[in-house]
């Protein structure tokens, strides 16, 4: 790069990075201006609406009841990743839609929930079942009758999805309007019998009484797929597909009392975790420039940049931001540095090395590629099956982590380079400017490994140890929270309009004193002077005592106090979603890992120390207490992240220094090189991401501190992990194959050379009289020459056994 071309680079790097600063409103906060205060935000930082629904039946199966809330978050997705939906009692459904505040608009989006099915033009004895009208079309009778008749081909539950939209059908016709169906297996087959019966008439959409559509059925529809074609408008045919997805509930379902509820949290809350944000990316930088100089100052160009592409892509597709939420941001902060820190002390060794600055620099990006490419891939392809395969909380974290992994790349490949390139042009070429790695004293991490793997057996085992204890004595397993086992919702009405920041001080503890529950969650509704204070599941003795309580310290009118029994937010379908995606995400993972190194010892020992690291947190789960509500399942996934690049690094290395060496001596010292070489990208990444985290844990609120806690035991236990654990797992399957590999050699030459023994005596016997040139021989010389060669062969059997396991 010319000097000139390097100096406009940087003018436009610099203009470019202040110009995305200041529309991501980095430093003004959510309060401020910029893709910052416009992105989306959960029910805690902003509040939202929350409706409640009863099912008309009075007495709604629990099954019943299961796949109408699974049904229904899986609808309400599309205002929130964050939205919720959970039972209240036998027979109420609470749906929470964060960052809106029009409940009528969402109610009108969502359809009253009631009865839908598909009727014919006539029953079977030639009766009208609906006739048109000047309006469009009525029943001719009750739908009961048409019931008993036979006449409904098509139950609401029969319809799996429904989405309203304009398409073309062909190259010359104009646009049309039209709801596209898709049915269950079971409407599948109705529809086809009934469509086939019924072509050239009319097949009526019936919703509480009243007909939505007639339309006429121009062919069989055998697929399971099919259109209502003739919508005047999008908003017409998206109308339609709502009142059928609706209706296709398990339960029919009526409005019971709607709201707009406050934020969970107060700005405070927000403020401090931004603060904290603010503070770890400081540190970071600092800490970076300290340890490479000019190549550190590069990189807190590249994290600025990042922080600022994150937030403005998190704008830019309406994806919705919890405070767990800005806590992965920060986190994600940490984790991007890693790119830089492989990049940067590669370049420290090739200048350690002898090689001149500028080869260093394109060498370190050179031999940094592989690493980067493959760990950010990894982690790339699990975020993707969890966008897939997830919902809920599951979903919105994927979409935070697949796009901080393509922002990082980008940030460490492309910006990272062009700044270092056109510093080096601009005469930024003295090594002293990028430092020198020093050598390492040599640690022989794989000869300890039988220490490592009894500690990471007993950190592991100390889970369910701890787990079997709580259970015992009458606790449960682990501290599960509001979102995993439900709870009870108490309803007060207090004589003030309390702000949250004065319900978190003055009314929570109070709560907590009452109840011990330190996982209280108010909400406050907007507009009145009623809050929701959600806690663990309270007796009736442990209710009378809070409201008690309540009037005695807040002077409330008992009367105006309610509870109800909540369902855990987190639905048994959600928890199934959430396993089988991380299963899904576990399988792709080693897949790509066997794919790019050849190898599924690889692959395998990476999965088995992933697996590693999420038992040990969950032990620190188990031991310390923390709750395990929603956020448990964002660090869960985290780790898997965290753990599995870290890694790939090491693997890396290690596919490196076996680069064109088919036969290596010393398969330990290898290893034992390659944990070293990369020693220091180990211990900086996990101190910066480290760092991140503390300082989220030290200023934030007592939600961020119950995500934070787990993460930095998690992001201790990576480190751990990658550095004393996976270099060894890899080692010892490997020789474990060497060797059954070896064992089977041996085992078909000394099957070989018994064949030729068995065969020695017949031949002995045929010639048991010494010829003429060996009449003087004993016979004994002749056995002791057999047994030297059958010692020969041995040894050189064992031999080629021990040149295997070097090999392998």
């Given at each position: 790069m010319k000097k000139n071309r390097a100096i406009v680079a940087l003018l436009l790097t610099a203009i470019i990075t202040v110009f995305l600063c200041y529309t991501a409103g980095i430093g003004l906060g959510p309060t401020g201006t910029g893709a910052a205060k416009n992105i989306k935000t959960g029910l805690d930082l902003s509040g939202g609406v929350s409706i409640t629904y009863?099912?008309?039946?009075?007495?709604p199966s629990a099954e019943d009841m299961s796949d109408t809330v699974y049904k229904l978050q899986k609808r309400v997705e599309q205002y929130s990743t964050e939205a919720q939906v959970y039972k209240e009692g036998s027979d109420r459904i609470a749906v929470e839609i964060p960052g809106v505040t029009d409940a009528d608009q969402i109610l009108n989006d969502l359809g009253k929930p009631g009865s839908l099915c598909f009727i014919t033009q006539t029953d079977d004895d030639g009766n009208a079942n609906f006739s048109s009208t000047g309006s469009g079309y009525a029943?001719?009778?009750?739908?009961?009758?048409?019931?008993?008749?036979?006449?409904?081909?098509?139950?609401?539950?029969?319809?799996?999805?429904?989405?309203?939209g304009a398409f073309q059908s062909d190259k010359n016709s104009s646009r049309e309007y039209a709801v596209s169906l898709t049915l269950t297996d079971e409407g599948k087959t109705k529809f086809a019998e009934a469509t086939e019966a019924n072509v050239g008439k009319q097949i009526a959409i019936v919703y509480d009484n009243q007909i939505l559509s007639a339309p006429k059925v121009n062919e069989a529809i055998t697929g399971g797929q099919a259109q209502i074609t003739g919508m005047s408008g999008v908003e017409e045919a998206q109308n339609l597909a709502s009142y059928i997805r609706i209706g296709s509930l398990s339960i029919e379902l009526e409005?019971?009392?709607?709201?707009?509820?406050?934020?969970?949290?107060?700005?405070?809350?927000?403020s401090t975790s931004v603060m904290a944000g603010l503070i770890g990316l400081v540190i970071v930088i600092i800490f970076m420039i300290l340890m490479y100089r000019v190549p550190g100052v590069v990189a807190g160009v590249a994290l600025v940049l990042y922080t600022a592409i994150v937030l403005i892509t998190l704008n830019a597709f309406d994806i919705t931001l919890t405070l767990p939420g800005i806590a992965g941001i920060i986190l994600g902060i940490g984790m991007a540095v890693d790119a830089n820190v492989i990049i940067y002390a590669r370049i420290q060794e090739e200048i350690a090395a002898g090689s001149s600055v500028r080869t260093s620099i394109k060498a370190g990006f050179a031999k940094a590629f592989s690493a980067i490419l493959d760990g950010n891939v990894t982690t790339l392809i699990a975020s993707l099956v969890l966008m897939w395969l997830?919902?809920?909380?599951?979903?919105?974290?994927?979409?935070?982590?697949?796009?901080?992994?393509?922002?990082?790349?980008?940030?460490?490949?492309?910006?990272s380079r062009l700044i270092v390139n056109a510093l080096y042009a601009v005469g930024v070429r003295d090594p002293k400017f990028y430092g020198s790695a020093k050598q390492r004293k040599f640690v022989d991490f794989v000869g300890k490994r039988k220490v490592f793997f009894i500690i990471s057996i007993i950190l592991i085992l100390s889970g369910p140890v701890a787990m079997v204890v709580h259970h015992q004595t009458g606790g449960t397993a682990l501290n599960y929270a509001l979102d995993f086992s439900g709870g009870t919702a108490t309803t007060v009405?207090?004589?003030?309009?309390?702000?949250?920041?004065?319900?978190?001080?003055?009314?929570?503890?109070?709560?907590?004193?009452v109840t011990g529950d330190k996982n209280v969650q108010p909400t406050k509704v907007s507009g009145t002077n009623q809050v929701v204070i959600k806690t663990r599941t309270l007796s009736q003795e442990e209710r009378e005592k809070l409201d008690q309580a309540l009037v005695e310290n807040f002077d409330v009118d008992d009367s105006l106090i309610t509870t109800e029994s909540i369902s855990a937010t987190v639905s048994s379908e959600m928890r199934r979603d959430a396993i089988v995606a991380v299963l899904v995400a576990t399988l792709c993972m080693l897949v790509y890992i066997w794919f790019r190194f050849k190898d599924i010892r690889f692959a395998s020992s990476a999965v088995l120390a992933l697996l590693h690291d999420v038992l040990v947190v969950l032990a620190f789960y188990a031991i310390s207490r923390i709750s395990v509500g929603n956020t448990f399942i964002a660090c869960m996934l985290t780790i898997v992240g965290y753990s599995i690049n870290a890694t790939i690094v090491i693997f890396d290395r290690i596919r490196e220094n076996m680069h064109g060496r088919k036969n290596?001596?010393?398969?330990?010292?290898?290893?034992?090189?390659?944990?070293?070489?990369?020693?220091t990208r180990s211990i900086y990444t996990s101190f910066t991401t480290f760092v991140m985290v503390a300082v989220l844990y030290i200023l934030g609120v007592s939600s961020i501190r119950e995500f934070a806690a787990p993460l930095m035991a998690g992001v201790i236990c990576g480190a751990y992990s990658s550095v004393c654990i996976t270099g060894a797992l890899w080692l010892v399957m490997k020789r474990r194959q060497g060797k059954a590999v070896a064992q089977a050699a041996l085992a078909g030459k000394t099957a070989g050379s018994s064949k030729s023994s068995a065969k020695q005596p017949t031949n002995t016997a045929q010639n048991n009289q010494p010829s003429k040139k060996d009449k003087n021989q004993p016979k004994k010389k002749n056995r002791k020459r057999v047994a030297e060669r059958l010692a020969a062969q041995e040894a050189a059997a064992k031999e080629a056994a021990d040149n295997e396991n070097k090999t392998e």
């Open positions: 009863q099912a008309k039946d009075s007495n029943l001719a009778r009750s739908l009961d009758e048409i019931r008993e008749a036979g006449s409904v081909v098509l139950e609401g539950t029969d319809v799996k999805d429904a989405q309203g409005e019971l009392r709607s709201s707009v509820v406050a934020a969970q949290l107060g700005e405070e809350a927000i997830g919902s809920g909380t599951v979903k919105g974290f994927a979409y935070t982590l697949a796009i901080g992994i393509v922002v990082s790349m980008f940030t460490a490949l492309v910006v009405t207090f004589n003030e309009d309390m702000d949250i920041k004065q319900i978190d001080s003055e009314v929570t503890p109070v709560v907590e004193e290596p001596d010393n398969l330990e010292q290898i290893v034992n090189d390659s944990i070293t070489q990369t020693l």
